[in-house]
């Protein structure tokens, strides 16, 4: 049985850095990605690990201050902020598929099979 577990959510302050963490258990896979959302909001994509096409992928609001990353002998994902800021707060959550995604497709939420169950990041002043 395929599980995704995040960890790593908490309280941080504006400009902070946090990791989260998502241990995969059951089989690995190539493709991963994190997922967030906001109170009120739609599931939004974040980053996406298209390993199986050796590439990573982001949105724009959060280019260049968050990096996803991979441990393969820990079935680990991590998803590393830094220079937080207030919009970076949700409900964050990692999800996989067994399939071979497209660039086009890495964003979109019907493409991963997995999910877990979220770990909530809160950003202060």
């Known amino acids: 049985q395929v599980q995704l577990v995040e960890s790593g959510g908490g309280l941080v302050q504006a400009g902070d850095s946090l990791r989260l963490a998502c241990t995969v258990s059951g089989r690995p896979f190539s493709n991963y990605a994190w997922f967030r959302q906001a109170p009120g909001k739609e599931r939004e994509f974040v980053a996406a690990?298209?390993?199986?096409?050796?590439?990573?992928s982001y949105s724009d609001s959060v280019k260049g201050r968050l990096h996803i990353s991979r441990d393969k002998a820990k079935n680990t994902m991590y998803l590393q902020m830094n220079s937080m800021k207030f919009k970076d707060a949700a409900v964050y959550y990692c999800a996989a598929t067994s399939g071979n995604p497209i660039l086009s497709s890495l964003g979109v939420i019907g493409t991963y099979e997995y999910w877990g169950q979220g770990t909530q990041v809160t950003v202060s002043s």
């Open positions: 690990d298209n390993g199986s096409r050796r590439r990573e």
